[in-house]
């Protein structure tokens, strides 16, 4: 089973958007797929019409007083399973450290939860909520790839770098960052010449630029993966073109 990670510390730049369609595209493509929402406001689990509630909450579930398994749930989609968002997860740091008194098993107490999924799913994507704290450190530890979405302006490219700092703090499970551009408007000269020069520029930097378009707004009106309403739109094929990247590097 691999994880892979949708993340960057700032909000607002796909994140979301990113881990919805992926895990729908990994389904699509006979993966057994799993999507865990971590973000409290739930917008994954908006997405997959799912109640985002998880029975005992962050504390039950970090704490293992609940079996992961029992918190999960289908979607409208084959292969395709969602562990929902909970408001209690606003405290899953606290909960963390409650439950995991040393430092070291906090920091991988999501990846111990995830390896009793290893029977179950091939893939599963994990929808973080936008800061760097120590649910962010056990995400890093436990992804195996750390997908980055970019907006291409200078700011933007900064956090990334600072990302890449952290990440090489780690001591051990350190996973592979792959960034992506995220609400690319090739209107704009700085956007076009960010996407043309950084990825030769920067390993670990993909081409691959998702546009900003309206169509991929509409998934909070559809609430489903893009994909599966608009599969010939140019949001779409930059989907299946980031889908085929992570495919290679996380072979089955």
């Not at 909520?129 to 980055?148: F, G, I």
């Not at 700092?165 to 499970?173: A, I, N, P, Q």
């Not at 599966?228 to 590097?249: C, G, Q, V």
């Amino acid at each position: 089973m691999k994880v892979v990670a949708s993340y960057n510390v700032k909000g607002g730049v796909g994140k979301t958007t990113a881990a919805v369609n992926l895990a729908y595209l990994a389904s699509a493509r006979g993966r057994r797929t799993l999507i865990w929402d971590l973000d409290p406001q739930g917008a994954a689990t908006y997405l997959f019409r799912v109640k985002p509630k998880v029975k005992g909450g962050s504390a039950k579930l970090v704490g293992g007083a609940r079996p992961v398994e029992a918190a999960l749930k289908g979607t409208d989609f084959h292969g395709l399973d969602l562990l929902p968002a909970d408001f209690t997860y606003r405290n899953m740091d606290l909960d963390l450290a409650r439950s995991h008194r040393k430092a070291g098993k906090a920091a991988r107490a999501l990846a111990r939860l995830l390896r009793d999924l290893a029977d179950d799913y091939d893939v599963v994507f994990l929808d973080t909520p936008p800061s760097l704290s120590l649910v962010s450190e056990n995400v890093l530890r436990a992804a195996d790839l750390v997908l980055v979405p970019i907006i291409p302006t200078v700011l933007a490219l900064r956090t990334f770098d600072q990302l890449a700092e952290f990440v090489d703090t780690l001591d051990r499970d350190r996973p592979r960052l792959h960034a992506f551009f995220s609400m690319a408007d090739r209107r704009k000269a700085l956007h076009r010449e960010i996407i043309a020069d950084l990825p030769r520029r920067r390993e670990g930097v993909s081409p691959t630029a998702i546009p900003a378009l309206s169509v991929i707004e509409q998934m909070a009106v559809r609430r489903a993966p893009l994909p599966a309403y608009a599969p010939n739109s140019p949001a779409a094929r930059a989907f299946e073109s980031l889908w085929s990247e992570i495919a290679e590097l996380l072979p089955a």
